[in-house]
């Protein structure tokens, strides 16, 4: 097993790959450096002086600049180095086009075809309630109706709990209204009770007419204020709901259908050199093959944006990437917080010092395909290849958005692990194999084997098959342990 790692020839740092003790002699491009600290996995140390004010190149790249003298061999890290950005930047458009091989190979996977032509890899009863008040309400429905009905042959029954709808104004409200209008027509779901209480205003009618077209077979109302019982009047659609989708197949479909949102969180020093480049050579994979992939977590962009602004197909969707950066800087402002207050703590402990650190790993998950779209909070993808989103870096929020938009499933990148998953399945890929063996009932894939003893070509074989079988109906953890929630982006005041 490798110990250490130079990712790029003009770095002035090594990554640990395991714990590395003080005074061992590291023998590296024909010298040898002696640590003068301990070095954690994940972790930095110099393999040159780097003076008060220069730059710690990782990746290629600065990721901040030393505020002291940094000996060769010294730990690199947030009591040393601090990043290089501020303020609200300009951009100019240098395109600079990476060629992705169309090699389709004609794979397909088992999924539902519905009848406006969406696919699902998902046939779920869903009950989405337009406001926080009935929550209550659609679980005691779906208890009763599991009571009453054998569900054998659909895959879930979820309510998707919020706490909106009511008292919200503006974006908040259309936010709210977007979002749930997305998950009810959503492909995963193959019948929908949409869920009121009759005064909100998340009001059910003009939810409707948000809706636009809908399968109305696949797509129920129930107002809770309008009927005597509405425990029996729910479990009575539900039923009807589940008497169609019981007619539901599975059938083979081409993998250039498959929409996926790339996500990570928890992220170390590992993300940006196993898990985050596994996902975007997949994600290259996938566009070859005629798909499609969302990018988000705007703030986590902040640092390595050119590289995807230089990637623009043209200069309309250039423009509108320097406007996702930049108005989301904008809000920052305007809600008096620090642009760059990230990384996390988490991350900080996983060996990730600044936020452009953090962005050159995170974007690294868009692979080198071209930049085809920039989708607006709650928008569906419109084109086919890399698309960007606007949404924070929070994890159930942002993926949220992601299944919003018509993902059928987010892979979900992690260095310290996390349980939860969005609506759609969350695929936990882990950066390292340590949090793979001590969380099996949370993570599902290991890239961390990139570093010990597999090629990228090994592991991204495996994880194309797996990701066929998931889409195909193979359930991941987060589904096992049916934790399945949505969050929505909230901007303004409550009333």
């Not at 008497?243 to 992220?267: N, P, Q």
Request: charged residues 25%.
């Amino acid at each position: 097993m490798k110990r250490f790692i130079k990712i790029n020839s003009s770095d002035n740092v090594i990554v640990a790959l395991t714990d590395l003790k003080k005074d061992e002699i590291i023998a590296f491009e024909n010298k040898e450096i002696q640590l003068k600290e301990d070095i954690k996995r994940g972790h930095k140390f110099a393999i040159q002086d780097i003076k008060e004010g220069e730059n710690v190149i990782k990746y290629g790249a600065p990721i901040g600049h030393a505020t002291k003298t940094i000996e060769t061999g010294k730990w690199i890290h947030s009591h040393n180095t601090k990043t290089n950005l501020s303020g609200v930047s300009e951009y100019q458009f240098n395109q600079a086009l990476n060629e992705i091989i169309e090699d389709n190979r004609n794979l397909t996977f088992d999924g539902y075809r519905r009848k406006n032509g969406d696919v699902g890899i998902r046939n779920e009863l869903w009950i989405v309630p337009t406001v926080g008040c009935v929550n209550g309400i659609a679980e005691m429905i779906i208890k009763k109706f599991k009571e009453e009905v054998n569900t054998k042959g659909i895959d879930a029954i979820e309510v998707f709990k919020h706490n909106y709808g009511c008292s919200q104004l503006g974006d908040d409200h259309e936010n709210t209204r977007t979002i749930l209008g997305d998950v009810a027509k959503h492909p995963n779901g193959g019948g929908v009770l949409v869920l009121g209480l009759g005064c909100e205003n998340n009001y059910i009618a003009d939810f409707k007419k948000s809706l636009g077209e809908y399968a109305e077979d696949r797509v129920k109302f129930l107002i809770t204020q309008e009927v005597s019982d509405e425990i029996q009047e729910g479990v009575k659609l539900l039923k009807e709901l589940y008497e169609k989708m019981k007619e539901d197949k599975r059938e083979a479909v081409s993998i250039s259908e498959l929409k996926i949102g790339l996500k990570c969180g928890g992220s170390d020093g590992l993300s940006g050199i196993t898990a985050n480049p596994l996902v975007g050579v997949f994600s290259d994979f996938l566009i070859s093959q005629g798909g499609t992939t969302i990018l988000t977590e705007v703030p986590e962009m902040f640092g390595a944006e050119t590289i995807l602004m230089n990637r623009a197909e043209s200069e309309d969707v250039f423009n509108k990437t320097v406007s996702l950066v930049n108005d989301f800087k904008q809000y920052f402002i305007e809600h008096n917080q620090p642009i760059y207050e990230n990384p996390s703590p988490g991350n900080k402990e996983g060996g990730i010092t600044t936020l452009e650190e953090k962005s050159l790993g995170c974007t690294q998950k868009g692979g080198k395909a071209t930049v085809v779209d920039v989708l607006k909070y709650g928008e569906l993808l419109k084109k086919k290849g890399l698309n960007l989103l606007n949404a924070p870096g929070n994890d159930l929020v942002a993926a949220t958005a992601l299944a919003a938009s018509g993902c059928q499933m987010v892979l979900f990148t992690t260095g310290r692990g996390t349980p939860f998953g969005s609506f759609v399945p969350t695929m936990k890929i882990s950066t390292n194999t340590a949090i793979y063996k001590l969380k099996p009932h949370w993570i599902d894939f290991n890239a961390g084997t990139l570093v010990e003893d597999e090629t990228m070509e090994e592991v991204v074989e495996k994880f194309i098959e797996y990701m066929l079988e998931v889409a195909s109906g193979k359930l991941v953890n987060n589904e096992k342990n049916n934790f399945r929630e949505i969050s929505i982006f909230k901007t303004g005041v409550t009333l």
